[in-house]
């Protein structure tokens, strides 16, 4: 079993929809949870990342973090054809220089 | 500062050959990785550096692969003897400061072995 699974999709929807992506995890050391974005033949983009349960805003971007149930979110409101591209969960504990584990990356398409 | 560079961007070589990475990073930032990525997954760790000593490297690496960072500046990752396994994007990361605050990637080298 991987450490952090990440459904891969793909995911479709229409422009302007509400996107959800989502994470599970299994080590209870995690205590920062990210989200990188990842387009075609780029390095990844760090969006948000969160230390410990709870909520954090960003503009369209809003990600949840559950520790007691080792589960982690993403939300995407009024999604745009410009939010097309992979979304990788990443987290990391205290120890071991940050060093950071992602998930596979959930590939979005948004509709125009 | 434009980020974190990476170079070549791609790279093709035949089987047994040997490729060298290099990577700058951001200049302030003391922290130093290096993931490989291969189709449909996520970047997998393999080594980091906190100024110039290399502090962790991953099972994943090899005894074909060697990494540098001299002076705490820039990076170089070696692969001896390439296998057709080896075939990935090699992506550099840098950070800073004792607490978390994210990695910066550069875009990576695509190395194909053939």
């Known amino acids: 079993q991987k450490e952090v699974e990440q459904d891969p999709g793909p995911l479709s929807v229409p422009e302007g929809a509400i996107v959800s992506l989502n994470c599970t995890y299994s080590n209870s050391a995690f205590q920062y949870f990210m989200w990188y974005r990842q387009y075609s033949r780029k390095g990844p983009e760090l969006l948000m990342y969160?230390?410990?349960?709870g909520n954090k805003e960003d503009g369209r971007f809003t990600a949840q973090v559950d520790k007691s149930s080792k589960y982690i979110s993403l939300f995407i409101r009024d999604s745009q054809p410009s939010d097309s591209a992979t979304y990788l969960c990443?987290?990391?504990?205290?120890?071991?220089?940050?060093?950071?584990?992602f998930g596979a990356g959930t590939r979005l398409f948004v509709k125009a | 500062d434009t980020g974190v560079s990476q170079n070549p961007r791609h790279k093709i070589t035949k089987r047994g050959q040997n490729v060298t990475f290099r990577c700058d990073p951001i200049s302030e930032h003391n922290r130093l990785y290096w993931y490989r990525q291969t189709l449909g997954q996520g970047p997998e760790f393999l080594t980091y550096?906190?100024?110039?000593?290399?502090?962790?490297k991953s099972r994943l690496l090899s005894d074909r692969f060697s990494a540098e960072r001299p002076k705490g500046s820039f990076s170089t990752l070696e692969i001896q003897r390439t296998e057709q396994g080896d075939s990935a994007m090699y992506l550099c990361?840098?950070?800073?400061?004792?607490?978390?605050?994210?990695?910066?990637f550069g875009s990576g080298t695509r190395l194909t072995v053939v």
């Open positions: 990361a840098s950070s800073l400061g004792t607490d978390y605050s994210g990695y910066t």
């Open positions: 990443a987290m990391t504990g205290n120890t071991g220089g940050f060093k950071t584990i």
């Open positions: 969160t230390y410990s349960s």
């Open positions: 550096f906190q100024n110039e000593a290399q502090l962790e």
